[in-house]
């Protein structure tokens, strides 16, 4: 794989491994992630990799999006400038997901109901019946991908999960995710107990639900992190190693 070098005035200088080309830095995305609206969520760009991630996404206007468990909506923010208004953004909370997290739909209702974001949709239903209103563009999980398989989330089947998000994409679609590095050939085992997830079980499931493999962003990767902690543990926390992979449906 090559490594390529891409920058931006607004954040460092990073690298990434792809298997195929690698697209340039777009105008629309330096714009978003100068928003003003955005204040607030400045000073951890550079730590969360937010452009580097963006741009290895290949979100651009217009496109129709998924932020799955999007959290605060940090990333939700900065699809609903890239993808502008003939875009839409859908986050998409679990129902199972949000019995432990009630306030994050109600905080994403507010997002959505703002001047700013007003292509922003919120959605809730079960983890197994992932589905969308129309065929996607990206669909983009970012440290959740390894919660389906979990007690949390009713133990969905992984593959299954996998196959309904092929199904949700656009022919050319991308599903990126983002996730805590387990070690290697543990498989499933880490993902309840240290929410890891061994990068080669994903490329495998994802393989089989009928995805091609694009790529990897190198930019969260930390050879520091022994893979064997909990990624709560203070000793690691917010520095895991985390594995960020594109893969694309078919054409």
């Known amino acids: ?79 609903s400038s890239v993808v502008g208004p003939k875009g839409r953004v859908y986050m998409i909370w679990p129902i199972e997901y949000t019995k432990v997290a009630r306030s994050d739909p109600e905080n994403s209702r507010a997002l959505a109901a703002s001047p700013e974001y007003r292509n922003i949709t919120v959605i809730q239903q079960p983890a197994a019946e992932f589905a969308t209103p129309e065929p996607m563009d990206l669909v983009f999980t970012s440290q959740n991908y390894h919660d389906y398989p979990n007690k949390l989330m009713g133990n969905v089947d992984l593959l299954s999960f996998d196959r309904a998000v092929y199904k949700a994409l656009k022919p050319g679609g991308v599903f990126l995710i983002v996730d805590h590095v387990a070690e290697a050939g543990s498989g499933l085992r880490d993902t309840e107990t240290l929410h890891r997830i061994d990068p080669a079980i994903v490329k495998q499931q994802l393989a089989q639900a009928g995805f091609i493999f694009e790529g990897e962003s190198l930019v969260l990767r930390n050879p520091d992190d022994d893979h064997r902690r909990l990624v709560f543990d203070k000793a690691i926390r917010g520095s895991t190693d985390r594995f960020i992979y594109r893969f694309r449906k078919p054409q």
Do not use: N
């Open 1 to 79: 794989m090559r490594v390529i070098s891409l920058s931006l005035s607004i954040f460092a200088v990073s690298s990434w491994a792809l298997a195929a080309s690698t697209p340039s830095v777009k105008p629309y995305l330096s714009s978003a992630l100068a928003d003003p609206s955005r204040a607030s969520d400045v000073a951890i760009d550079a730590r969360r990799k937010l452009g580097e991630i963006i741009a290895f996404s290949g979100a651009k206007p217009g496109d129709k999006v998924v932020d799955l468990i999007p959290g605060s909506g940090y990333f939700t923010k900065i699809f």
